[in-house]
Nanobody, 124 residues
Framework: HVQLVESGGGSVQAGGSLKLSCAAS????????MGWFRQAPGKEREGVAA????????YYAGSVKGRFTITQDNAKNMVYLQMNSLKPEDTAMYYC??????????????????WGQGTQVTVS
C-alpha cells in the first residue's frame, strides 16, 4: 500500500515563502510520477507541479511557473514543493499524489492513484 504524508503547510503573508514536503512509503518502482495538487473551497482540484523520476522532467501550472519549484530526493523517498512569492490566490489545501509504474508524468489528476491527506496553505 502506497502511503503519502504531506507536511510544511501554514499561514504566511503575501510575498512570503513556504516549503512543502511529501514522504512516500510502501513502494519502490522503476518509474513513477509525483505531483502536487491543490484545491480551494468551491473549486476543482488542480495540478500545481509534477516530477518524473526517469529523467527528472518537471511540469508546472502556468499560474505557478517561476514561483514554485518541485524537487525530489529519491534516496529518502521525498518530494518537495518550494513556494516563493506567494499570493492570496495560492490559498488552498495542497495534496501530494503518486502514479507508479508509468511512462507518463504530468498534471492530469485522473492519472494519479495515490493521494496524501493534504496540508493547508493560507496566504494573506
Amino acid at each position: 500500500h502506497v502511503q503519502l504524508v504531506e507536511s510544511g503547510g501554514g499561514s504566511v503573508q503575501a510575498g512570503g515563502s513556504l516549503k512543502l514536503s511529501c514522504a512516500a512509503s510502501g513502494y519502490r518502482y522503476a518509474s513513477y510520477c509525483m505531483g502536487w495538487f491543490r484545491q480551494a473551497p468551491g473549486k476543482e482540484r488542480e495540478g500545481v507541479a509534477a516530477i518524473y523520476n526517469s529523467g527528472g522532467d518537471t511540469y508546472y501550472a502556468g499560474s505557478v511557473k517561476g514561483r514554485f519549484t518541485i524537487t525530489q530526493d529519491n534516496a529518502k523517498n521525498m518530494v518537495y514543493l518550494q513556494m516563493n512569492s506567494l499570493k492570496p490566490e495560492d490559498t488552498a489545501m495542497y495534496y501530494c499524489a503518486a502514479r507508479v509504474t508509468t511512462t507518463w508524468c504530468g498534471l492530469d489528476r485522473g492519472r494519479f492513484a495515490y493521494w496524501g491527506q493534504g496540508t493547508q496553505v493560507t496566504v494573506s
